[in-house]
């Protein structure tokens, strides 16, 4: 796979806007589960859950 | 980084709708094994404070049980 960071792939993207894309779904993805992480501790302690 | 190139080959318009698609799934699935799976969800939905099946679980465990009778007479040969 090509390095070029100027050339246009098959999905219309260069290399660069890739990384841009992929870096809004990785902070995405951390937000996502840090509120996840918060929701399961406050059920774990408010609920039976997990005993 | 690393997995950045994926969106050299996948359209991101195709890939994230999928992948948010997978997580909502996966998510979903879950949380319907917790409800079907327990009863204490359905038990505080319909009113029951939390722990009160503790509480049945304890006593049916507990050393009265074998006090009762182990079955039910009924009254055949009565009538």
Redesign the interface.
């Known amino acids: 796979m090509s390095n070029d960071p100027d050339k246009v792939w098959l999905t219309g993207l260069t290399l660069k806007e890739a990384e841009e894309v992929h870096s809004y779904l990785i902070d995405g993805t951390r937000v996502f589960g840090l509120i996840a992480i918060l929701a399961h501790i406050l059920v774990a302690v408010s609920t039976p859950w997990l005993g | 980084?690393n997995?950045?190139?994926?969106?050299?080959?996948?359209?991101?318009t195709v890939g994230?709708p999928m992948?948010l698609t997978a997580?909502a799934i996966g998510s979903f699935a879950v949380h319907v094994a917790?409800l079907t799976n327990?009863s204490?969800v359905s038990d505080?939905l319909q009113g029951k404070p939390?722990?009160s099946?503790?509480g049945a679980v304890t006593s049916m465990l507990s050393d009265e049980v074998p006090s009762l009778p182990l079955y039910a007479p009924g009254d055949a040969g009565t009538a």
């Open positions: 980084m997995n950045a190139k994926m969106w050299l080959v996948v359209k991101p994230i992948f997580v917790v327990t204490w505080f939390l722990g099946g503790d």
